[in-house]
Nanobody, 121 residues
Framework: QVQLVESGGGLVQAGGSLRLSCAAS????????MGWYRQAPGNQRELLAV???????NYADSVKGRFAISRDNAKNTVYLQMNSLKPEDTAVYYC???????????????WGQGTQVTVSS
């Protein structure tokens, strides 16, 4: 079984910062891309940032320059540093990872449980 466990959400004032973490655990042998999404009430889930196994990153325009994704491959963990937060960043944030598992050998997408981020004005 593979699990992604998130931490780091909470309530912050506009202009503040938060750092989200997401750690993968269980039986697997390689993590490919890792990413962060968010979903606000009434909205579709939005891709925010992706990081490859080699450290290449891509960002949605809505967070470019404010958010930074990083990963620690030794800890099987991905991070999202969120700066200059705005009330419109309020949402549930989810991590995602594409992970190779055995029996059967294949790469699956896994999701974290979600963590609430609320930005007050």
């Amino acid at each position: 079984q593979v699990q992604l466990v998130e931490s780091g959400g909470g309530l912050v004032q506009a202009g503040g910062s938060l750092r989200l973490s997401c750690a993968a655990s269980g039986s697997f042998f390689k993590i490919n891309n890792m990413g962060w999404y968010r979903q606000a009430p009434g909205n579709q889930r939005e891709l925010l940032a992706v990081i490859t196994n080699g450290g290449n990153t891509n960002y949605a325009d809505s967070v470019k320059g404010r958010f930074a994704i990083s990963r620690d491959n030794a800890k099987n963990t991905v991070y999202l540093q969120m700066n200059s937060l705005k009330p419109e960043d309020t949402a549930v944030y989810y991590c995602n990872a594409n992970i190779w598992v055995l029996n059967p050998l294949r790469a699956n997408d896994y999701w974290g449980q979600g963590t609430q981020v609320t930005v007050s004005s």
